[in-house]
């Protein structure tokens, strides 16, 4: 379970972010969409500790990033791509991060399996292509078989096929009780893969619930989307 309350945080003169709260449960897909620069990464970011919130609170099973006492374990998050040194393999870098943190070495082969990367396992990540690299970030945040999951814009990179394999890993994932939280720009991506869908824009939550709920009385959910950000005239999303 994901609880974020009343978060905020300024960047000098922009706004950051302003009393964010949302909720993700287990067994749910949770999408947080928004147009470019509307607080996604920032949110995200205060939830796993990599930044300090100016107030609010962002808690992960009930207790903040930095007081999880093995946090691979509990979380797994991914961000840009996959973070791994570009000369060093997918596996190493994998065996790397499992040492680090106490994870079993067959969990690397599995997780490799899991992403379609046996093959390439053992090709440098500067090798890799864009999908290849967000896959291989998937990859590590699943490596501790966590509870909760976090992806910054998954989709980035990946072609129809792979939009397609993510879209059924992260069903699988909820359907196994494991709580998953999106972030995405794109509506037609979300759509089809989330329980509940929270919309961010300027900082500010605009709206949230489940898919449903959310485009009774609108044409659809690309129109619902364009009314709550006020971002039709600047084609600013998908
Ligand atoms: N380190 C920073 N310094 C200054 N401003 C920042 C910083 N990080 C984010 N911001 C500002 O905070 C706002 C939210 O940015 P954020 O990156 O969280 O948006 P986003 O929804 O993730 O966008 P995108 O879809 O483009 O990744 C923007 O106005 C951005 O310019």
């Known amino acids: 379970m994901i609880e974020i309350k009343n978060l905020n945080k300024k960047y000098g003169q922009s706004d950051g972010i302003i009393d964010v709260s949302l909720t993700a449960e287990p067994g749910k897909v949770t999408a947080f969409l928004g147009p470019n620069g509307a607080g996604k990464s920032t949110t995200f970011r205060l939830l796993l500790g990599l930044d300090r919130a100016d107030s609010g609170s962002a808690l992960i099973e009930g207790k903040p990033y930095r007081d999880l006492t093995a946090p691979l374990w509990t979380v797994g998050a991914q961000f840009d791509g996959s973070g791994a040194h570009k000369g060093r393999t997918a596996k190493a870098h994998l065996t790397w991060l499992a040492q680090s943190n106490g994870i079993p070495h067959s969990r690397i082969s599995e997780v490799l399996e899991l992403?379609?990367?046996?093959?390439?396992?053992?090709?440098?990540?500067?090798?890799?292509?864009?999908?290849?690299?967000?896959?291989?970030?998937?990859?590590?945040?699943?490596?501790?078989?966590?509870?909760?999951?976090?992806?910054?814009?998954?989709?980035?990179?990946?072609?129809?096929?792979?939009?397609?394999?993510?879209?059924?890993?992260?069903?699988?994932?909820?359907?196994?009780?494991?709580?998953?939280?999106?972030?995405?720009?794109?509506?037609?991506?979300?759509?089809?893969?989330?329980?509940?869908?929270?919309?961010?824009?300027?900082?500010?939550?605009?709206?949230?619930?489940?898919?449903?709920?959310?485009?009774?009385?609108?044409?659809?959910?690309?129109?619902?989307?364009?009314?709550?950000?006020?971002?039709?005239?600047?084609?600013?999303?998908?």
Do not use: C
Not at 171 to 197: F, W
């Open 115 to 238: 992403v379609g990367l046996s093959d390439a396992a053992r090709k440098r990540v500067g090798a890799y292509s864009l999908g290849m690299g967000q896959r291989l970030g998937i990859a590590a945040a699943l490596l501790g078989d966590p509870r909760i999951i976090v992806l910054d814009e998954p989709t980035n990179g990946l072609d129809p096929e792979g939009i397609r394999w993510i879209r059924g890993l992260l069903r699988t994932l909820a359907a196994n009780g494991k709580t998953v939280l999106i972030s995405s720009h794109l509506i037609n991506e979300v759509q089809h893969v989330a329980d509940h869908i929270v919309v961010i824009s300027g900082g500010r939550i605009v709206q949230s619930g489940n898919v449903d709920d959310l485009v009774a009385g609108h044409h659809d959910l690309e129109a619902a989307y364009f009314d709550w950000t006020g971002n039709a005239a600047k084609g600013n999303a998908a």
